[in-house]
């Protein structure tokens, strides 16, 4: 026989021999499986290279094997042991199970979850370093990496990855609040817009709103405070309408209202309203009616206010019918005076042309008004104007044509009431005869007053009484 084949023989003889002593004495291949449980890897590992085990052999070992892989995944995520232990276990068993021949699925298949756990578990660290920096939105992203495989760390990661969300968004409105209170709205406008381009919260979008809306207030407060002291020197000088006008103009091109403001326009207005309530009062009592009705037309220019409406029809009621109150249908040379400077007759009399019952009547002129029987008496006062020449000329006041009186008049007349009974008078007329020579002649007629009488107004005359129409 040969003597290499003898040799083949022989060691194979041997390492058969040596494979069933090694599953036959004591459990050996059992102790592969106490020195991996032991920590004991290397050991494993040699001991495997020595006695050459088969793989036949090591099949035996297979369902131990796949217990201790499930077991390293399990440890790991639990943390029970290191990364490096478990890539330790991970190795062993790979070799032992012939470099992946056997459990080969299940090898592939933890190599990638541990993997994964480890990548879990640094990212669960790394957040938790972050959210310590207070870098809420980075730490919240590493927790959200943190795998559900990682039973130790998921259910916590997902807890600090809402807490760390919240606390950036409290973080961000808190700035916000803080720089809002300051008055210092475009940096905190400012925080929020960083903020809103990381996370999408509505709370962040409704403060940007309210800071918007309080920048956009504060501007207008500082336009109003400019306002009421406007209104304020308005006052200080009289002028209510333009303070009155500083006020609504305000309220209508922004279209606010501010409690202040809205105080002084109605303090002002109070103030105002008695301050002419008083006026007209006082000039009631003189009997100067026209000029507290003219003060009351003039104020309800200024403002509206029910008292005003009040003391007029209360003065209308009270007060006689002027002449004034009249329409004239014809005159020549004849004028209402309620403009310009006084009025001064011949004496240095004055009169004011604010009364408005105040007229002036050249030589050579004339007025008609209809009285259409309405009236029982005609008051005035008939004075000569101090820019008369030294002339002389005639006064006439008729009724329908008839002469009720007649008043020669010149440089030295003095004031002279009239009154006439006009009792079924349609026309009354009043006219100046020319002045003599080349002279001119001005009369000024005042306090022209018609009383109607207190009994049921008087019928016309009788038809056989012809009405006479008036007469320049």
């Known amino acids: 026989m040969n003597t290499k084949l003898i040799k083949c023989l022989l060691v194979m003889a041997l390492v058969v021999a040596t494979a069933l002593t090694v599953c036959s004495c004591g459990g050996g291949v059992n102790s592969i499986i106490t020195m991996l449980d032991n920590g004991q890897y290397t050991e494993a590992i040699t001991f495997v290279d020595e006695n050459q085990i088969p793989s036949e052999v090591l099949a035996e070992l297979e369902p131990q094997l796949k217990e201790r892989l499930e077991n390293v995944v399990k440890n790991y995520a639990e943390e029970t042991i290191t ?3 478990a890539q330790d276990i991970y ?10 021949s ?12 541990l993997n994964e756990l480890q990548y879990s578990k640094e990212s669960y660290a790394s957040g938790i370093e972050a959210m ?3 870098e809420y939105i980075d730490a919240k992203s590493y927790f959200e990496n943190v795998s559900e495989a990682d039973t130790k760390n998921y259910t916590d990661a997902q807890s600090k990855a809402t807490q760390c969300y919240e606390n950036f968004v409290t973080a961000a409105i808190n700035e916000a609040n803080s720089l809002k209170d300051q008055k210092k709205y475009n940096e905190a406008i400012d925080v929020l817009n960083n903020a809103s381009y990381r996370v999408d919260d509505a709370r962040i979008n409704d403060l940007i709103d309210d800071i918007y809306a309080a920048k956009e207030q504060d501007r207008l407060q ?13 006052v200080s000088n009289g002028d209510y309408q333009s303070a009155f006008e500083a006020i609504k103009d305000f309220e209508e ?33 003189e009997k100067k009616y026209l000029n507290a009705l003219t003060m009351l037309e003039n104020a309800k220019q200024v403002i509206e206010d029910p008292k005003f409406a009040e003391l007029e029809n209360t003065i209308k009621a009270e007060k006689p019918i002027y002449l004034c109150d009249l329409k004239y249908q014809r005159s ?5 005076v309620t403009s310009g400077n006084a009025l001064t007759d011949n004496l240095g009399n004055q009169y004011n042309v604010a009364d408005g019952n105040l007229f002036r009547l050249r030589d050579g002129g004339y007025v008609d008004y209809y009285v259409g029987y309405k009236y029982n008496k005609f008051t005035c006062n008939m004075a000569v104007c101090d820019s008369s020449d030294n002339a002389t000329a005639t006064l006439t006041i008729e009724g329908d044509g008839i002469v009720l009186t007649t008043i020669p008049v010149s440089r030295l007349t003095v004031p002279t009431p009239v009154t006439l009974d006009i009792t079924n008078v349609n026309f009354l007329t009043i006219k100046l005869s020319d002045a003599s020579g080349w002279n001119t002649m001005r009369v000024i007629v005042s ?17 056989s009484s012809a009405t006479a129409q008036p007469v320049a």
């Open 83 to 85: 990364y490096s232990q």
């Open 447 to 463: 306090d022209a007053v018609l009383e109607a009488p207190k009994a049921s107004t008087p019928s016309a005359p009788a038809a």
């Open 253 to 285: 091109d922004y279209d606010i209202t501010f409690d202040d403001l809205t105080a002084a326009y109605n303090n002002y207005k109070t103030e105002y309203v008695n301050s002419i309530a008083t006026k007209v009062e006082a000039l009631r009592a």
């Open 222 to 234: 500082g336009i109003k405070d400019e306002v009421l002291n406007d209104a304020k020197d308005y």
């Open 91 to 100: 190795q062993t068993i790979k070799y032992i199970s012939r470099s992946g």
């Open 132 to 134: 310590q920096k207070a």
């Open 332 to 336: 020549l040379y004849f004028e209402t």
């Open 102 to 113: 056997m459990l080969s699925s299940e090898l592939s298949s933890v190599y990638s979850t």
